[in-house]
């Protein structure tokens, strides 16, 4: 008798909602390949597409350059990170005129870790003191789309997982209209999330964020600062891969593309990929949950 193992249902395209992250280019270099990425995603048609904000403004000026770029060079909707560090509350007010006035509608709000070298997050003296208060300020300046940060496996200065979610519940309540989630593995550990918060009256969307895995060590450090968990089937995955990129990269699509198609059975239908400025990954995962960009129109015959 034949057996056919256990899988899950397909991911049908209908009702799927993406939207991508990409970090500003530090080099000539990595402009072009950032571009790479931009162009072979952009026929994915995603809601939107977020470039990051570094510490302390490290990156301001070219988090605007790359988004005025995307603004006026595809069809794409841009979204900024932007961050209460190391700024007052007019310096950040005036970056956001700045993209209102670009054109951007769209800021991802965040806190923002602390400058390279402190200890931990010290607000500016006249400025925000978290994103409650940043979502706030924005909402003064204009009518921005505000999207915040949620963290499923609780932020890690938070005092418990219920703090954590009045955190959320004050972002929200100050304007924001959807939340994305730090990066994680275990998709039940969202739906938890999801469901706890629905709890406590969250009604804005509650994305999850994807993390293809490309450099399992990297992912391991940042994790342990981020208060992400690493589970230990994720490590025997990619054991003995450290020299075989290749391999690599299809252990993290498939990674991923699992978690996503695990929480689509569940009802999810929006993620937001961290994409790390690498389009293969995350076009291999979309095409597999059923996205595909839309067939060019057929070139019209020519009249006899």
Known sequence: MNHTPDRLPPAPKAGLK?????FPPRTAEMEESLWRAVTRLAPLQPRFVSVTYGAGGSTRERTHATLVRIRHETDLVPAAHLTCVGASRGEVDDVARRYW???IRHIVALRGDPPEGAAKFQPHPQGYANAAELVAGLKRIADFDISVAAYPEIH???ASSRADLEHLQRKIGAGAS????????DPDCFLRFRDRAHGVGVTVPIVPGILPVTNFKQVVRFSAACGASVPAWLA????G???????RKLVAATVAADQCRRLRADGIDEFHFYTLNRADLTYAITHI???RPPLAPAPAAAEA
Request: proline letters at 6%; aromatic letters at 18%.
């Open 18 to 22: 993406i939207s991508f992250e990409f």
């Open 101 to 103: 006035d670009a054109g």
């Open 178 to 185: 959807r939340a994305i989630t730090q990066y994680f593995f």
């Open 236 to 239: 025997d995955l990619f054991e």
């Open 156 to 158: 890690p200065e938070a």
């Open 241 to 247: 891969l450290d020299e075989d990129p290749e391999t």
């Open 289 to 291: 949950l059923g996205l």
